[in-house]
């Protein structure tokens, strides 16, 4: 199974500031389509995960541009600038490029 | 307007059986890959299983920790998706998400397994 080692497990950010959540994977997310099937998703307190970025940096509907995705093949990184309280929650990452689909074990951002 | 609602969770013993259902609305769920998505109380997230659209055979793939015990399934004239899991035990306890985990997921229905 690929496992997604994601840092930091918690994150204080100040409002208005910057975050940076890394995920790395075992192997590489590149599919035999040649697609990368990473995303990032959000879970607000007693909500259930919205998703953010797919396909590594693509932002959903809806998602603000304070919200960007990056990296290719094991490293991929989710920004957010000009945090906001409407931020705060539990980051995951998920690969589905490969059965079983695996998620990170999520980062909580919280105020500074 | 889409809905997802997940029913048929609750308290069972150790070894017994649920079956979940996930009634869903307002998208194209025939074009869709359907999946259950777990999480146990305090913890993360982890996917159980994956039940692929027509055009694909309707494929099904699954966790190792549930293989054999869980069956996911859909009704494509009732745009439903349904999970039978049986032989629970106590790691199983968590909210099951019905979810297309890109677009669209349900608030979740918790499954406690205690004696």
């Known amino acids: 199974d690929i496992v997604m080692t994601q840092t930091p497990v918690s994150l204080p950010v100040s409002l208005g500031g910057q975050a940076s959540i890394s995920c790395r994977s075992s192997?590489?997310?590149?599919?035999?389509?040649?697609?990368?099937?990473f995303h990032w998703y959000l879970q607000k307190p007693g909500q259930s995960p919205q998703l953010l970025i797919y396909?590594?940096?693509n932002r959903f509907s809806g998602v603000p541009d304070r919200f960007s995705g990056s990296g290719s093949g094991t490293d991929f990184t989710l920004k957010i600038s000009r945090v906001e309280s409407e931020d705060l929650g539990d980051y995951y990452c998920?690969?589905?490029?490969?059965?079983?689909?695996?998620f990170g074990s999520g980062t909580k951002l919280e105020i500074k | 307007e889409v809905q997802i609602l997940e029913t048929g969770g609750g308290l069972v013993k150790p070894g017994g059986s649920l079956r979940l259902s996930c009634a869903t609305s307002?998208?194209?769920?025939?074009?869709?890959?359907m999946h259950w998505v777990r999480q146990a109380p305090g913890n993360g997230l982890e996917w159980v299983a994956e039940?692929?659209?027509?055009?694909?055979?309707?494929?099904?793939y699954y966790a190792a920790s549930v293989k054999g015990r869980f069956t996911i399934s859909r009704d494509d004239s009732k745009s439903s998706v349904y999970l039978q899991v049986n032989n629970l035990r106590a790691e199983d306890t968590a909210i099951y998400y019905c979810?297309?985990?890109?677009?669209?997921w349900g608030q979740g229905v918790m499954v406690t397994v205690s004696s």
């Open positions: 192997q590489s997310l590149v599919h035999r389509d040649g697609n990368t099937y």
């Open positions: 979810t297309s985990l890109l677009d669209y």
């Open positions: 396909r590594v940096s």
């Open positions: 039940v692929r659209n027509k055009k694909n055979n309707y494929a099904t």
């Open positions: 998920l690969q589905s490029s490969h059965f079983p689909l695996t």
């Open positions: 307002g998208f194209n769920f025939n074009d869709y890959f």
